[in-house]
C-alpha cells in the first residue's frame, strides 16, 4: 500500500457551508448552506484523489494532510495585499477536503492528525493535496521528532 499520494484538483476552491439544524413537525431536520458549486467541487476532489490513489483499501491510521489552496487574485485586489486573507476561510476549504477524501482516500477525516493549509494566488486555481501516513514508532519525520522532544 502506498505510503503517501499527491494530486492538483483544477478549479475554484470551494468551502465546507455550515450546517444547521432545526426541528419541524417534530422530526429534527438537518440543512447545509452549500450549492451546487460545492457539490461539484467535492466530487471534483474525490474523482482526482480516487485516480490518484488507485489502492483497493483505505488509509486506517493516522495521517498527514497538506494542502495548498491556489486562488486567483481579484482585479480588484492592491498589489500592497499579496496574500488572500479574505473569504473564504481557510479551514472550511480544509473541512471539505476532508469530507471528499473520507471513503475515497482514507476510513475518516477524524484520522488526521497533523494538517498543514495555505491560500496562495496564482494563475491556475485548485488544490495541491498530498496525503500521507503518520510515522510509525520505528519511522521518523520532522513533526514526529519534534512533537517527542
Not at 451546487?36 to 482526482?48: F, G, L, N, S
Not at 495521517?63 to 492592491?78: G, I
Request: glycine residues 6%; contains cysteine; charged residues 25%.
Amino acid at each position: 500500500m502506498k505510503l503517501a499520494v499527491s494530486f492538483f484538483v483544477p478549479g475554484t476552491p470551494r468551502p465546507q457551508g455550515s450546517k444547521r439544524a432545526f426541528v419541524a413537525g417534530g422530526r429534527a431536520v438537518m440543512t447545509e448552506s452549500s450549492g451546487r458549486a460545492h457539490k461539484d467541487w467535492r466530487a471534483q476532489v474525490a474523482h482526482e484523489a480516487a485516480e490518484a490513489w488507485r489502492e483497493p483499501e483505505l488509509i486506517d491510521g493516522p495521517v498527514v494532510l497538506d494542502v495548498t489552496f491556489v486562488l486567483l487574485r481579484p482585479k480588484s485586489r492592491p498589489k500592497s495585499r499579496p496574500m488572500p486573507d479574505s473569504a473564504p476561510d481557510t479551514s472550511k476549504l480544509v473541512r471539505c477536503i476532508e469530507d471528499s477524501l473520507t471513503g475515497t482516500v482514507w476510513r475518516d477525516d477524524s484520522l488526521v492528525v497533523d494538517l498543514r493549509a495555505r491560500k496562495v494566488y496564482g494563475e491556475r486555481p485548485g488544490a495541491h493535496i498530498t496525503v500521507s501516513r503518520y510515522p510509525t514508532s520505528g519511522e521518523t519525520s520532522n513533526t514526529a521528532s519534534a512533537v517527542a522532544s
